[in-house]
Structures are given as structure tokens and as C-alpha cells.
């Protein structure tokens, strides 16, 4: 593994001993699926990591999309990171409230928007507040960075891109999703989409790549276990995919910590693909409709 891919996870003593380095920035990064009766600005504002701002998955997005979250345009990343003072020169920490779900989605981003000085928190807020660390109220009051934008294509695939690999196989897709609903035996929680999977995709369901505290992700050697035990092919490219390209973005670090390098996310996740129309889905093993 290269220091580059192990720069990707933080510990919360690395974070502790680096907190007041005039180049770190944290970044809390929570946000609530729509099963969930949260509000995690408010949350942010009532306890945080000290010098935290709050990046609003929600809103930092496509707002001409009708699919939840989707990716910015650049100039509209740019702007909104400007204005939480993250930017060119700084070591970006990522983290949640949950201690690790949505923080892998904005890694994800900087990483696409060009920027590899990030990394996500082990853990989380959960483990930064158990072991009795400071925290802080009140609202973000950053400064200005500049920051450059330069997309990377090669790290985000659309609905059209993935159609067509259901004839290529080119890419192996896995899914983050609960098995029921990866299988079409749970209700699936975004309204109006159907039950299963795209066809041929594998199934790992993100919080099986944790260790046993439930939060914290395991080690390399143990994550590329649970990849190949799922089915996947380490030496050929993965696209990941999940609800709404939250968790899929969990897999992708996950993937990315393992030592793969050629890994994209499904943007538009089955919020897009489960839709009713003509994208083909199976549900179960081997049937389809």
C-alpha cells in the first residue's frame, strides 16, 4: 500500500496531535437518508470537532437534477468550498456523525474535483467523543481559500455508462446496499423505485467492510478479503453503486485502502437506475423483470 493510499484514513490521534496545523482543515460531512428524522446542521452546530465546518451534501449538488445529491458542476464545487476555507495547500479531514457512512461520499468528491489531500476520520465523531476529545458548538465562521477545480471523469460513471457495461462487462459493479434490498426482499427506502439490482452486480453491503466496534473500517489485508469473498476481481475495474452514491463511496475507499486503482461510482445509484422505466433490473438470484 503507498503512502498516498494510506493518507487516505486518519486516526483520531493523528488528527488530535495535528489539529492546530495551520494546513488541516475537518470537515463534517453527516447527512440524513429519507428514513431518518434528523438534522444534522443542527447537530453540527450543537457539538462538532473543533474548527469543523459543515459541508451540505444536499446542497452542494446538482440543483437542475431531480435525483437526489447529485454531482456539483465544477465552478459550483468551487465556489461553495471557497467559502468553508477549504482549498489549494490544505489536508482535508473528513468525517460524520454516524462514524462511517456519508464522510467516504465527500472524500470521493475533493479526490473527482482534484484534490488528493484528504482523508476520512476512522470513526468518526462517535470514536473522537468516546475517547473523550473536545468539541465545540456553534456555527462554522471560516475563511476564504481559493481552490481549483479539475473533474475527473474516470471516477464517476452516469446511467448510460453503466447500460452499456451490462453488454461490455467491462466493469465489475458492486452494490453497498442491504442484501434484502439488494435482493428485492426489503422495502427500498427511496419512494417509488423498484425492488433488486443491475444486472450481473455483486453485492457487499458497506458496513460489512467495519470492524466489530461498527465504525471503524478494517485493516487493507482484511478489506481486500471481504472484496474477493464478495466475488470481485481486484486485478479488473470496479464500478460501485448503492442507494443514492452515498455508500458507494464507502466501498470505493474501501477499494481504494486495498490497493485498487481503478475504481469509479455510480452517481445516480438506484435513486436513478430503480426508477420505473426501461433500465433492466434483477431481483432475487437469477431472475429478472
Known sequence: MTQATRDSLVSTDWLADHLQAPDVRVVDATLALPNEDSDPRARFEERHVPGAVFFDIDEIADSDSELPHMLPPPEKFSARVRRLGLGDGTRIVVYDQQGLRSAARVWWMFRLFGHDDVAVLDGGLPKWRDEGRPVEDGPA?????????????????????????????????????????????????????????????????????????????????????????????????????????????????????????????????????????????????????
Open 141 to 289: 465562521r471560516p475563511g476564504e481559500r481559493h481552490f481549483s477545480a479539475r473533474m475527473n471523469t474516470l471516477m464517476v460513471r452516469d446511467r448510460e455508462q453503466v447500460l452499456d457495461n451490462l453488454d461490455s462487462r467491462r466493469e465489475q459493479v458492486l452494490d453497498a446496499r442491504s442484501r434484502g434490498r439488494f435482493q428485492g426482499t426489503e422495502p427500498e427506502i427511496w419512494p417509488g423505485r423498484r425492488g433488486g439490482h443491475i444486472p450481473g452486480s455483486l453485492n457487499l453491503p458497506f458496513n460489512e467492510l467495519l470492524a466489530e466496534d461498527g465504525r471503524t473500517l478494517l485493516t487493507p489485508a482484511a478489506l481486500r478479503d471481504r472484496f474477493e469473498d464478495a466475488g470481485i476481481d481486484m486485478a479488473r475495474p470496479v464500478v460501485t453503486t448503492c442507494g443514492s452514491g452515498i455508500t458507494a463511496a464507502v466501498l470505493a475507499l474501501g477499494l481504494h485502502l486495498a490497493g485498487h486503482k481503478e475504481v469509479a461510482v455510480y452517481d445516480g445509484s438506484w435513486a436513478e437506475w430503480g426508477r420505473p422505466g426501461d433500465t433492466p433490473v434483477e431481483v432475487g438470484p437469477g431472475s429478472s423483470r
